[in-house]
Nanobody, 116 residues
């Protein structure tokens, strides 16, 4: 079955960096585009980034563009999100996601806290 396991969150000061990862299994990772979402406390889950199946193209939400970079290692079946110049408003739970055969799959998320 499809499994997505996020890791790499934590507490960081404003201006700092984190690099969450998403380990995937149960499907052919190299054939699917992948997405990142985040959810702040009391707010709806929002889209952050998308990357195509071979990692050559990515796109970002306006509020993270220029600060976040997503990448993937298909040999390791792992998705990454390099987060730089973090702001307090980036605080939330970060999830990776795939849409496989019309169904959305989510990991358990990894908590990111940006605070001084």
């Amino acid at each position: 079955q499809v499994q997505l396991v996020e890791s790499g969150g934590g507490l960081v000061q404003p201006g700092g960096s984190l690099r969450p990862a998403c380990a995937a299994s149960g499907f052919i990772f190299s054939t699917y585009g992948m997405k990142w979402f985040r959810e702040a406390s009391g707010k709806e889950r929002e889209w952050v980034a998308i990357i195509d199946s071979n990692g050559r193209r990515a796109n970002y939400a306006d509020y993270v563009r220029g600060r976040f970079i997503t990448s993937r290692d298909n040999a390791k079946k792992t998705l990454y999100l390099q987060m730089n110049s973090l702001k307090p408003e980036d605080t939330g739970v970060y999830y990776c996601n795939i849409d496989r055969r019309g169904l959305d799959y989510w990991g358990q998320g990894t908590q990111v806290n940006v605070s001084s």
